[in-house]
């Protein structure tokens, strides 16, 4: 009786001994893949601000071309009307 006792005694330790070296490699594959993870995380953030920064760039560059077109043609606009008025006093 005895005998069998420490058996199975054994074969718990070894049992156990199999489940605590199984949590430590379950441990590290959760570890590994959630920094896999964060780094792709990472690597999307930093992309998304490039496209960003791009999309925002290029509005701006959009806004100030208008901006100088809105420019140049008040200025033509106020030179046709001073040409308007000379020509109108001259006549």
Known sequence: MQERALDHESRLSRIEALLEALNKRLDDAILTQLRDHG??????????????????????????????????????SSLGGCIGAAVGRLF
């Not at 100030?64 to 809105?70: D, F, K």
């Open 39 to 76: 780094k792709r995380i990472r690597e999307l953030e930093d992309h998304i601000s490039t496209m960003a920064e791009t999309c925002a760039r290029e509005r701006g560059q959009q806004a100030g071309s208008r901006a100088t077109l809105v420019f140049i043609m008040t200025v033509i």
